[in-house]
């Protein structure tokens, strides 16, 4: 798909403490990435 696209086979996510993992994985990349962009909009420099 695009940067920071994963394929997780089903096997990866078949109980919810699994699920869970990957769900919290891609939330925490996502507010990484979406502050950085954040900033860079906002002029300031990035880190």
């Given at each position: 798909?695009?940067?920071?696209w ?8 078949a109980d919810d ?18 502050g950085r ?6 002029g300031?420099?990035?880190?």
């Amino acid at each position: 798909m695009g940067p920071g696209w994963i394929t997780v086979v089903p096997e990866a996510i078949a109980d919810d403490e699994h699920l869970t993992f990957w769900v919290d994985a891609a939330m925490s990349h996502n507010r990484v990435i979406a502050g950085r962009e954040s900033r860079s909009k906002n002029g300031a420099r990035r880190s």
